[in-house]
């Protein structure tokens, strides 16, 4: 529905569902409480300031709030809770399913909040919520160190790290919030919190994989690991018609991957990329993205049989950058495509699962789309389940069909394409996925299986005691104990 702007106020929607009006006095006066930009549908910033990186979405807020810092997110906060406003909380990053925005509600802006400081000497990273992977990358790349994150620079850290945060580093290191010291957080009451191993205790575990469900966390204290800045990696590419026995051969050789090495298997068209070969371009292809975090040298002999396994039509495995490595899937990931992902954790590449990933493979519908299963393991699986809320730790694999197209009036084909070579893998699933790449028709039962029955209930009580009226609802919900 449009917006209905009113000589006395604008048309918002509250937390029951509701119409009500917000007066022109209550906008000035929010208007006066905070430091950065209150955006409504008549400001020519609006219509910029609503896009998000998938592109169809499509939602018309009341009111955007752009914050500066702490202080207007705490403002914000209780500006929607006296006036009963339905708000949604936006980072910096991508929000595959879409739940950053709200038809006619309040947005609470966090993504001009990126500052980030490095701490060499005790080996830390604090940075703002509204900051991207790359943009820490940067930051702590100058010192040959890194928070273990996710595999696409324009990523948001806070998407990230509250519901997991996996990538190249994490069979070496743990996930982005297994290497988490602490937050700063505004919760549903207004209230300022700092939580971590030793306040709030409850809550850090929740924040530790349950998403954006128990407040807006406005920065992020992260250890710091060394790695690079030049690493072994990179791409190997074979035709689609070897995928069957060449994943066999990769599922074989990493078995026994010690927890320096990462290798991602894809399945996809081949870009237009300016590293591939002009002659490969749309082809169909398989292949594997390698990291060796550890010795070149050591790395190089490592993974020399993968190398040198049949005909490969591009290898463009070597050193380089730790963050040239993080960027390689950047072009897969371009904001304003239309995206539609399902996600899947498998506990292996058997037989029967590679033949179903090489069947779908082969129909695919668009040339922008990528499968790709996360490799895991090693220093993830170590960590006890019940340690924090990010479930599954058990999982060898985190698969995403990452669908994405131009064209709004194909959207129906490559939802349906997605859909199915979902369906077909869930005789293979471990039961549930990974959060961060559910989308926005997930359903409740999809969410509880995430998590499994007991951890939900934990979770579910932890929602109760921090945000009780489900303030905190546009997201993959958890509903408090009622």
Known sequence: MELELLHSGISITTLSGEEALLTEDAVESLKGQIQGDVLLPSDDDYDQARKIWNGMIDKRPALIVRCTGP?????????????????????????????????????????????????????????????????????????????????????????????????WLARKH???????????????????????????????????????????????????????????????????????????????????????????????????????????????????????????????????????YGKPLVDGIGPKPFRLLQSLLDASARPGLNYYVKSEFLPALSDDVIDTLVEHASKITSPLSVIAGFHLGGAVSRIDEDATAYSHRDAAYSLIINCAWTDPDESEKHIQWTRAFWQALQPFSSGGAYVNFQSRDEGEDRVKATYGTAKYERLSKLKKKYDPLNFFRLNQNIRPTS
């Not at 802006?109 to 940067?138: C, F, N, Q, Y």
């Not at 700092?194 to 994989?209: A, K, M, Q």
């Open 174 to 308: 743990g996930l982005s919030s297994d290497n988490l010291i602490s937050v700063d957080m505004v919760t549903a009451e207004g209230e300022f919190l700092t939580v971590s191993e030793t306040e709030h205790e409850d809550l850090f575990w929740g924040l530790r994989g349950g998403g954006g469900n128990f407040g807006i966390v406005t920065s992020f204290e992260y250890r710091l690991q060394s790695i690079g800045p030049m690493v072994l990696g990179g791409m190997l590419l074979h035709p689609m018609e070897d995928a069957p026995k060449f994943l066999r051969f990769y599922r074989d050789f990493i078995s026994d991957a010690p927890d320096e090495l990462a290798v991602a298997p894809i399945l996809r068209l081949a870009p237009p990329a300016p590293f591939l070969p002009e002659e490969v371009h749309g082809m169909p292809v398989v292949g594997v993205i390698v990291l060796y975090a550890g010795p070149i040298e050591k790395g190089e002999k490592l993974i020399a049989p993968l190398r040198q």
């Open 71 to 167: 202080a207007d997110v705490i403002d914000a906060v209780k500006f929607a809770r006296t006036h009963n406003i339905l708000v949604s909380i936006r980072g910096g990053g991508h929000n595959v399913a879409g739940n950053a925005l709200v038809d006619n509600g309040m947005v609470i802006d966090l993504s001009k909040m990126r500052g980030i400081h490095v701490d060499p000497k005790s080996r830390t990273v604090r940075a703002e919520a509204g900051a991207t992977l790359g943009e820490l990358d940067r930051e702590t790349q100058v010192f040959g160190l890194a928070v273990p994150s996710g595999i696409v620079t324009t990523t948001g850290i806070a998407g990230l790290t509250l519901g997991g945060g996996f990538g």
